[in-house]
């Protein structure tokens, strides 16, 4: 099992950035793909970003792509998701998701360990 601990969320206005965090331990980081998902109010969880596990390959949802930026530095053992341009609409709970399985890269579907989310809230 892996254990993931979230921080960096808050409150922002629309156009400006945030970037989360997520240490994990439990497994050799460097041996599983990362990724981050969201979940507004009412809603679905939905995926955001994935990495794999060197950090050299990346995907995106259609919805944050070219604003959004997922990295990894498996020394640190450490995820990020750096926001740039933020909507209201991405206004929600964020979640990463360490993924021990051998999905491809390009899936939407996550792992079984979760962190506990940190809330991202951005005004208009």
């Known amino acids: 099992q892996v254990q993931l601990v979230e921080s960096g969320g808050g409150l922002v206005q629309a156009g400006g950035s945030l970037r989360l965090s997520c240490a994990a331990s439990?497994?050799?980081?460097?041996?599983?793909?990362m990724g981050w998902f969201r979940q507004a109010p009412g809603k679905e969880r939905e995926f955001v970003a994935r990495?794999?596990?060197?950090?050299?390959?990346?995907f995106y949802a259609d919805s944050v792509k070219g604003r959004f930026t997922i990295s990894r530095d498996n020394a640190k053992n450490t995820v990020y998701l750096q926001m740039n341009s933020l909507k209201p609409e991405d206004t929600a709970v964020y979640y990463c998701?360490?993924?021990?399985?051998?999905?491809?890269?390009?899936?939407?579907?996550?792992?079984?360990?979760w962190g506990q989310g940190t809330q991202v809230t951005v005004s208009s």
């Open positions: 998701n360490a993924d021990l399985s051998l999905r491809p890269l390009k899936t939407t579907v996550g792992g079984k360990s």
């Open positions: 439990g497994r050799t980081f460097s041996s599983y793909a």
């Open positions: 990495i794999n596990w060197s950090g050299g390959s990346t």
